[in-house]
């Protein structure tokens, strides 16, 4: 526990201006990023006597082991920064709202010649329009299926397509009705075109004007007497009716607004996001976060706002956004919206009329979902505390292993061996620090020597990052990234006098160029308090093996100098808990939590190693005499088995004859001929069921 006053800056170093500032710990990382009009003001208060900081404040400032700062021009410039920085740092003190689930999105891809309606998860792309999100998925395909018999959009897949076009003939949706099958010239391109621009119109909520539309039609059609078509007609409006009506009407006013609810209470917070577009509610969304900082509603309410605009823009931002408490710079945040949508952006608390009875509804779906979290969560932290507290006490650790690392080997007779690396931690997958391995030190199958290979290059890296942090060294020397001694304040001289840094004490003194276009020549950039691959050590190493992949493990550690790390092995046969040195292994009952938590670390990384394995060996399969060819890239492979037809009759051409390919010289035709006269063919495919041999003229690629 560092003691706060070691590291204050003294006041009239901190400038009185708007920034952002970051705490880090001891090994660099960045445990927290605020921001401030005043920085001197705001930074301050965190050095009070301890007795006087909220308790969760206290535990930031003595776990924090340095401050720096960023001077920004203004506060939305510092509040576009801190987002960032919290994006990138994922400072652990920071409050983070995490989905549990990625919502689903109805979307158009306008990108493509065709565009096509379909439902995405994940990240948004260029060129695609998104609407939503919804609750679930099949509540989007309930509404395409009903408007697809008024807007016939392409949903295929591109191989599905693709394969349509070549055989003339559309899919059972062009047949019913449902899709205009342009894949076989039944409309146009820009017809098809503007087909999907209508269907966007409509979802977007412009339903009046054309359901007015269709009645015209429907009413010229029975006049005419086409009872057919006006029926037709009649069908696409119900249809149409019937989608809108999914979406109740909230709003009477056409109103597009996102609604933010809170409920919180000491510890944690969940925030509820109505989506009203056109009057109706388009979708729905929540998060829960621990109140890992000292925050007000307000502030709850800033964070929710970067959460959930910080990577949006145009549209996806409503013209008004009510919240339950306006935040603190409410001018800067207003006017950060207003910036990502491009015009003018309402951010208020609503009083009174429909729009507060809405707020109430959203509240009340935020308490609810906070009850619910609370009632999952008591019970997965009172397991996930047990499992941990057992594995202590059955290994005899001094701690609960909160961070948990767990290697096993795969191979398939000896051939592709590899190996996985998985993180538990607090007894929750940390899928983002998995890592694999190739082994390299020597061939065939060794599983005792894969194992001691893995964990020495494992934590040969983790030594690495110790060392360019400086906080390990062989001979008492702080050493650089590179190696080089540094000074007991870590500085670098800087070659260039126009090298210049923005941050303040305890910041990365990165030496840069003039026009700040990057590190000066020859100057090692500071670290950065980024995540690193290899950076923090477990306090638990399992290896998926007995009493050999054990001591393997230990003594790769040992060459290491490394004595603070324990480790064991997890048998499959019995399931038992190998110690190093140990004779007999730890058996821990069979209902233990611990035993459970170890046996899913296992399974994990077995899986992970697997999987790993296959794709090499795939990749080995289906690799062609054509790749030991040098300069032929896979454009020209391709065109080479496209004009052939398979690698068979290819090898079975002359010389010239490959001449003939577009784009094929006579050196790399030559080449390519010696190539595959060297390579054996390939044994032909047997087909099981019959014993008939088959042959490859039109199924090989390469």
């Given amino acids: 526990m560092a003691d706060p006053s070691s590291y204050r800056p003294r006041p009239g170093q901190i400038p009185d201006t708007p920034g952002v500032y970051k705490f880090r710990d001891d090994h660099r990382r960045v445990i927290y990023v605020g921001k401030a009009k005043s920085l001197r003001q705001r930074l301050a208060n965190y050095f009070q006597p301890l007795a006087s900081l909220h308790p969760r404040t206290a535990t930031m400032v003595t776990t924090a082991a340095s401050v720096e700062w960023t001077v920004v021009s203004t506060e939305v410039e510092a509040l576009q920064l801190e987002y960032s920085w919290i994006k990138e740092f994922d400072p652990r003190f920071n409050v983070k709202y995490r989905d549990d689930k990625s919502y689903p999105y109805l979307a158009v891809t306008l990108d493509e010649e065709f565009p096509r309606v379909q439902v995405m998860r994940g990240h948004k792309k260029k060129g695609v329009r998104y609407f939503g999100p919804y609750a679930h998925a099949w509540a989007i395909r309930e509404t395409v299926d009903l408007m697809l018999r008024v807007f016939p959009v392409r949903t295929c897949s591109a191989g599905v397509f693709r394969n349509a076009a070549s055989a003339g003939r559309p899919c059972l949706l062009g047949y019913i009705g449902k899709c205009s099958a342009p894949c076989v010239g039944r409309v146009t391109p820009d017809e098809h075109r503007e087909l999907a621009g209508e269907f966007c119109d409509f979802m977007a909520g412009r339903t009046g004007t ?193 961070r948990i690392e767990c290697f096993d080997i795969s191979h398939l007779q000896g051939e592709d061996v590899v190996a996985s690396m998985v993180v538990f931690e607090d007894g929750l997958p940390r899928k983002s620090e998995y890592r694999r391995f190739q082994i390299k030190g020597f061939e065939g199958q060794d599983d005792v020597r894969s194992m ?124 038992e808990v190998w110690l190093p040195g140990d004779d007999d292994p730890v058996v821990l009952p069979r209902s233990s939590e611990g035993l459970y938590l170890l046996q899913r670390v296992r399974d994990t990384a077995h899986d992970f190693a697997i999987r790993y394995q296959r794709s090499k060996r795939n990749k080995r399969v289906r690799t062609s005499p054509l790749d030991s060819v040098p300069g032929l890239g896979d454009t020209r492979k391709q065109a080479l088995i496209k004009h052939f037809g398979s690698v068979k009759r290819l090898r079975q051409a002359t010389i010239e004859q490959i001449c003939e390919v577009p784009g094929m010289g006579r050196k790399t035709a030559e080449a390519v001929a010696v190539a595959l006269a060297q390579a054996a063919p390939a044994a032909p495919a047997v087909n099981t069921a019959t014993g008939e041999i088959m042959e490859d003229d039109g199924g090989s690629t390469a």
């Avoid at 950039?525 to 393997?552: I, N």
Wanted: proline share 4%.
């Fill in 210 to 402: 054309y359901i007015r539309r269709l009645e015209k039609r429907m009413m010229a059609a029975a006049e005419e007497m086409e009872y057919e078509k006006a029926a037709r007609l009649r069908d696409d409006i119900e249809a149409l009716r019937r989608a809108m009506e999914k979406n109740a009407v909230v709003l009477a006013d056409a109103t597009d607004a996102d609604l933010i609810a809170l409920a919180e209470d000491e510890l944690e917070a969940a925030v509820q996001i109505f989506h009203v577009r056109g009057g109706r509610v388009r979708g729905q969304r929540g998060w829960v976060t621990d109140k890992v900082e000292a925050v007000s509603t307000a502030g709850l309410v800033e964070h929710a706002l970067q959460q959930l605009y910080g990577e949006e823009s145009g549209d996806a931002v409503p013209k008004e956004v009510l919240v339950p408490a306006v935040p603190e710079d409410a001018e800067a945040v207003t006017l950060w919206l207003s910036g990502r949508r491009g015009s003018q952006v309402s951010l208020r608390v609503p009083q009174r009329g429909d729009k507060k009875d809405l707020m109430e509804t959203v509240a009340r779906n935020a308490q609810q979902a906070l009850v619910l979290h609370k009632t999952k969560r008591a019970s997965d932290l009172t397991t996930r505390s047990r499992a941990l507290e057992e594995i202590a006490d059955a290994l005899d650790l001094d701690s609960a292993p909160l």
């Fill in 452 to 575: 001691h290979e893995v964990i020495s290059r494992r934590f040969k890296r983790y030594l690495a990052e110790k060392e360019k942090t400086g906080e390990w060294d062989q001979e008492g020397v702080a050493v650089d990234a590179e190696g080089d001694a540094v000074d007991a304040g870590g500085s670098v001289s800087a070659p260039d006098s126009a090298a210049a840094v923005r941050t303040g004490p305890g910041a990365d003194a990165v030496p840069r160029r003039a026009n700040g276009s990057g590190p000066v020549s020859g100057e090692v950039p500071a670290d950065d308090g980024r995540p690193k691959r290899f950076a923090y050590p477990p306090q638990l190493v399992v290896v998926d093996g007995g009493q050999p992949q054990v001591a393997a493990a230990r003594r790769a550690l040992d060459e290491l100098g490394i004595d603070d790390i324990a480790v064991c092995g997890l048998a499959k046969r019995l399931e």
